[in-house]
């Protein structure tokens, strides 16, 4: 079956460029993760989803970051202006509810990002 | 938030057996201690969770200490496959996995 996808799986782009990276969710998964994983660290935390609203954006580094998911689906990260330092793998999950006792999230590849 | 410990790498032979551990001396008694492996160029992918008791499914077995501050992940023959870096994870609120740097197995041929 088809898990969580992500595209582009690299971007290249240039310091103060716009940058949008898009998640494809397990179908019927309510709720949606973007973490963020710069090299030789675990995953770390950004926006939470449970459908259509952003349930925790605690872990945005700043408002140059900025998450929709406007159908309750489909998933877009967009990061204004750009920095080297945002270099990194940017990690999507889904799963079917929030509940952490018994729901597993599935992680899609990445986006790998590159700030030139 | 409940903090865990892992070693930084560990090494095993192909086809024996590996334990990975993991310290978790605050956890609460609603955590459940989950574990996700990641294989290079890869998204984390799930292995196993617990509460209290051991767990097993196809993939490994998850042993709990009585007191529940320790883990340990169990493979029961290591495979080149298995090649990967193991994160220990007690889920802060409802869904949120604070990863730490995880255990870096390596699996000798």
């Known amino acids: 079956g088809a898990g969580v996808s992500q595209t582009p799986s690299n971007k290249v782009t240039e310091k103060g460029k716009y940058v949008e990276l898009r998640c494809d969710p397990i179908?019927?998964?309510?709720?949606l993760y973007w973490y963020r994983q710069s090299l030789g660290q675990g995953p770390e935390f950004l926006i939470y989803?449970?459908?259509?609203?952003?349930?925790?954006d605690s872990g945005l580094p700043n408002d140059r970051f900025f998450a929709v998911r406007p159908e309750g689906s489909v998933s877009t990260l967009k990061i204004q202006r750009t920095e080297r330092g945002d270099s990194a793998v940017y990690l999507c999950?889904?799963?079917?509810?929030?509940?952490?006792?018994?729901?597993?999230?599935?992680f899609g590849p990445g986006t790998r990002l590159l700030v030139l | 938030d409940a903090k865990t410990t892992q070693p930084n790498s560990m090494e095993s032979n192909e086809e024996e057996p590996v334990h990975l551990p993991c310290n978790h001396s605050?956890?609460?008694?609603?955590?459940?201690i989950h574990w996700y492996r990641q294989l290079p160029s890869q998204g984390p992918e799930y292995v196993i969770h617990?509460?209290?008791s051991n767990v097993n499914n196809r993939m490994a077995s998850l042993a709990i200490a009585e007191d529940r501050k320790s883990s340990t992940l169990i493979l029961h023959r290591a495979t080149l496959r298995d090649a990967a870096v193991y994160y220990c994870?007690?889920?802060?609120?409802?869904?949120?996995?604070?990863f730490g740097t995880g255990t870096r197995l390596k699996v000798l041929a």
């Open positions: 989803f449970q459908g259509t609203g952003a349930a925790d």
């Open positions: 994870i007690l889920p802060s609120g409802t869904y949120k996995y604070i």
């Open positions: 999950a889904s799963s079917l509810t929030a509940d952490r006792v018994r729901e597993t999230q599935y």
């Open positions: 617990g509460l209290t």
């Open positions: 179908s019927g998964h309510t709720a």
């Open positions: 605050t956890i609460s008694g609603t955590d459940y």
